[in-house]
């Protein structure tokens, strides 16, 4: 059984080098795909454990794991929501935890312009709600009016509900359990434009100067480790009279 982690953000493949040197854990297509390659065919057990992110990465995900060749079983750990939601309905089989909890909501972006540019991007949010509709759809056997109204709602779902809704099929370790309400909502921490640009600058500058590093390193090595072998040589000596 091949394993395949989709933890953290979901992010773009481009992207997904900033957050790693930030240290925020994230996920991108290109990762999971390397996964999916590994695995070979063999039976895929895909964990979930994500707050969403990039709504074109997180089709890009759904997409690779619904061609994959071999079984598919994702299994919700912890929370799938917004993009992280719909790679969930990518399994043959789609399993969730009694504790876990799953998340679906309408896209959303920014915009600027006039009342025009506005309405425009109105159009493509509306668009692209009914298009990753389309997951839920396929999955549960909804019609789009009744998974777009949930989206409109920003609609979370405890395991029992989201077996109910057909959105999963299988509760982990008891199937007549509940799970109790979180305190609190988590929110994805997407990184802005302007900061991505800054350090993937800051990256390559790192880059054309790592060679010099190591030699830097080496000689700053020398100093304590010389110290270290006249102290040994001279405990050495003291030992000896």
Same mark, same amino acid.
């Given at each position: 059984m091949?394993?395949v ?6 992010? !773009? ?9 930030f ?6 297509p ?12 063999e039976?895929?057990e ?6 969403g992110g990039?709504?074109c990465?997180g ?12 079984d ?15 790679a969930?309905?990518?399994g043959?089989?789609?399993?969730i935890?009694?504790?876990a ?5 309408n896209?959303? !972006? ?12 109105s ?7 009914k !298009?990753?509709?389309n997951?839920?759809?396929?999955? !549960? ?20 509900q ?16 509940t ?21 993937r600058?800051e ?16 000689r ?14 001279l405990?050495?000596r003291?030992?000896?009279?």
């Open positions: 091949a394993k982690s989709i933890k953290g953000v979901i992010v !773009s493949n481009d992207e997904y080098e900033i957050y790693d040197w240290g925020i854990e994230a996920v991108c290109n990762k999971v795909m390397e996964q999916i390659e590994a695995a070979n065919g039976p895929l895909v964990d979930i454990n994500s707050g990039d709504v990465a089709s890009e995900i759904y997409t690779a794991l619904k061609e994959y060749r071999g598919v079983t994702t299994r919700i750990v912890g929370l799938a929501a917004s993009a992280a939601s719909v969930a309905m990518a043959k089989k789609v399993v935890s009694p504790t909890q799953m998340m679906i909501h896209v959303w !972006s920014w915009s600027r312009g006039d009342y025009r540019d506005h309405r425009h991007e159009g493509v949010l509306e668009n692209c709600n !298009s990753i509709a997951a839920y759809i396929l999955k !549960s056997g909804m019609q789009q009016d009744e998974v777009l109204a949930l989206m409109d709602e920003e609609t979370w779902f405890t395991a029992q989201a077996l109910e809704k057909g959105l999963v099929d299988e509760i982990m370790f008891e199937d007549n359990s799970p109790k309400l979180v305190a609190s909502v988590y929110h994805t921490p997407m990184l802005p434009n302007s900061v991505i640009d800054k350090v600058n990256l390559i500058k790192n880059r054309q100067s790592k060679n010099e590093q190591p030699q830097e390193t080496e700053s090595a020398k100093v304590p480790l010389s110290l270290l072998q006249k102290k040994l040589s405990q050495g003291m030992m000896n009279r």
